[in-house]
């Protein structure tokens, strides 16, 4: 019986690609890790073999791969030492003998010149699977379409309008939901010979686009000023956010300002057999509108 290993699975994507699971295999085929014990007793009510640990702690990520084929690792999040979380998990497998790891990786137009350095690590990790050894599949992810209230300020730019540095740079947006499911379906089908998946919508957006879909959709003029770093630097800092915080933000938009996040492919639409959803529709829900 083919067991499959989810980290991050108490998460947005990881309970996606959880629910599509389901459909095929059963909870007892699935192990997850969840440093919650609230979530570790939820998920063990419903069959699941699930692990109290993070991904520094080894010793469980060894225990949580037993018998296990395939390890989906979601990557870690950016407060930590990302890199030696994912390394742990990639280690793990090696020792236990696993057969094959699926990592979340970033669909961005060049490694080398990204601006963003975080999205540095999402290659080092493809860098550090592939020299593992171990049969890989990469879900080179673009930027969750769910992402879009965090940087336009929520349902306030409704009123308010949109104001980033992000010039006309566009991204191939695709929902979150949407990734998880075709992860889970590559998953299922075993197609996961040293593959790599890019996951984007079938259209790239502006925030000009962002700006007309929401004045669409609600019925205000909503407006996409486009605004240079150092105005965006103070009208950050008039709001309190902290100043590592602010360049986080900044080296992201610039990347998106440099067209990184810009590329389309039709790797999610082959997988799930159906058009992504647009940028309409996806506002539409994630927006309430
Ligand atoms: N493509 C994009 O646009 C985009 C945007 C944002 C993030 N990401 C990346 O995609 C990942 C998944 O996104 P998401 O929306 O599902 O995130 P999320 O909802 O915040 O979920 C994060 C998951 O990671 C687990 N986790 C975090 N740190 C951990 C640690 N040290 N040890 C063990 N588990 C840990 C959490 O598990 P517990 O809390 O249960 O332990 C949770 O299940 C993120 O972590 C991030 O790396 C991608």
Not at 236 to 245: F, I, L
């Amino acid at each position: 019986m083919k067991k499959i290993f989810v980290t991050g699975a108490t998460g947005h994507l990881g309970s996606a690609v959880i629910s599509k699971l389901l459909t095929e295999i059963q909870s007892k085929q699935i192990s997850v890790l969840t440093r919650n014990s609230e979530k570790q007793k939820e998920f063990q009510a419903k069959g699941f073999h699930a692990f109290l640990g993070s991904y520094d702690d080894v010793t469980t990520l060894e225990k949580a791969m037993e018998n296990v084929e395939v390890v989906l690792l979601i990557s870690s999040g950016d407060q930590g030492d990302r890199m030696q979380d994912h390394k742990n998990v990639v280690d793990a497998a090696k020792k236990t003998g696993i057969k094959s790891i699926a990592y979340t990786s970033r669909c961005l137009h060049d490694r080398n010149s990204l601006v963003n350095k975080l999205m540095d690590e999402h290659f080092e990790t493809e860098d550090y699977i592939k020299a593992s050894g171990l049969a890989h599949t990469f879900f080179r992810n673009i930027l969750y379409m769910d992402a879009i209230p965090q940087f336009i300020g929520g349902k306030a730019a409704l009123d308010k309008g949109i104001f980033l540095p992000a010039g006309n740079g566009k991204v191939a947006f695709a929902l979150r939901s949407e990734m998880g499911e075709a992860m889970a379906k590559v998953l299922l089908a075993g197609d996961c010979e040293n593959k790599i998946y890019n996951f984007t919508g079938d259209k790239a957006y502006s925030f000009y686009d962002i700006a007309t879909a929401l004045s669409e959709l609600s019925g205000n003029l909503v407006s996409y000023n486009a605004i240079d770093d150092d105005t965006f630097t103070q009208m950050m800092q008039q709001r309190n956010v902290p100043n590592a915080s602010i360049r986080k933000i900044i080296d992201f938009i610039t990347d998106i300002r440099h067209n990184q996040e810009q590329d389309i492919y039709d790797d999610l639409e082959t997988v799930l057999g159906r058009k992504p959803a647009s940028l309409k529709e996806g506002l539409k829900t994630i927006f309430g509108l």
